[in-house]
């Protein structure tokens, strides 16, 4: 059971490049989120969607893109990146809305924007 | 705006020893608390999750309790070990649709073997 799969793990690219996160679930779990791991903030939410093709913005949208064309994929787009967005980025699944729905984490995609 | 807020930031006890961490969060509406471990260069794995309406949850080793009236949760650990250095993170969740958590900055743990 693989549950969440992230890719690239690591990536370097250049200011004002586009960039593609992926993210993956297999467990068919109705919500996802993409945070962002930063030194003196800790993680804070970007995205998330409830289901395929419903997204909202979480607390740090700004320069970032997301579509759910399917239940288990949830991509993260960075449309021109800016070195403020070096950080670790997590995408998160849950299965539904219940109380007890704990949210699960992949492994994480290590960004680095020159 | 929910803050949550992890003390102490940075811990380190010798192997064996009981020990409390601490969250605490501004919004008592929370619909429920979760705890993770973090491991260097890893992903986040969730620990125990405490539903609004319960008091404490166990997992081994492992006692969470949560005070929701007066915003603070403490994980408590019993006789550490080195495999236990890890950073803990404290995350609530507010309820209702797709909310995504949020997180404390977390308590670095180093257990001195």
């Known amino acids: 059971d693989a549950g969440i799969t992230q890719s690239p793990r690591y990536k370097i690219t250049e200011t004002g490049r586009q960039v593609t996160l992926m993210c993956h679930q297999t467990w068919s779990h109705s919500y996802m989120f993409w945070y962002r791991q930063d030194l003196g903030h800790g993680l804070r939410l970007i995205y998330y969607s409830a289901a395929a093709d419903i997204t909202d913005k979480g607390e740090v949208p700004d320069g970032y893109v997301v579509s759910r064309s399917k239940t288990e994929n949830f991509p993260l787009t960075l449309e021109s990146a800016t070195r403020s967005q070096t950080s670790v980025y997590f995408c998160?699944?849950?299965?539904?809305?219940?109380?007890?729905?704990?949210?699960?984490f992949g492994p994480g995609t290590r960004l680095t924007v020159l | 705006k929910q803050e949550v807020t992890q003390i102490p930031a940075a811990l380190s006890v010798p192997e064996g020893e009981n020990l409390v961490l601490n969250c605490s969060f501004t919004?008592?509406?929370?619909?429920?608390l979760q705890w993770f471990r973090q491991d260097p260069g890893k992903g986040l794995t969730s620990l125990l999750l405490?539903?609004?309406?319960?008091r404490e949850q166990t997992s081994g080793r492992l006692n969470a309790s949560l005070d929701k009236s007066s915003g603070r949760s403490t994980l408590y650990i019993a006789a550490s070990q080195p495999g236990d250095s890890a950073t803990y993170l404290c995350?609530?969740?507010?309820?209702?649709?797709?909310?995504?958590?949020?997180f404390g900055k977390g308590t670095h743990l180093i257990i001195q073997p």
């Open positions: 919004d008592s509406a929370i619909y429920n």
């Open positions: 405490i539903q609004s309406s319960q």
């Open positions: 995350a609530v969740r507010k309820g209702g649709g797709a909310d995504g958590l949020t």
């Open positions: 998160a699944s849950r299965p539904g809305l219940a109380s007890y729905n704990e949210q699960f």
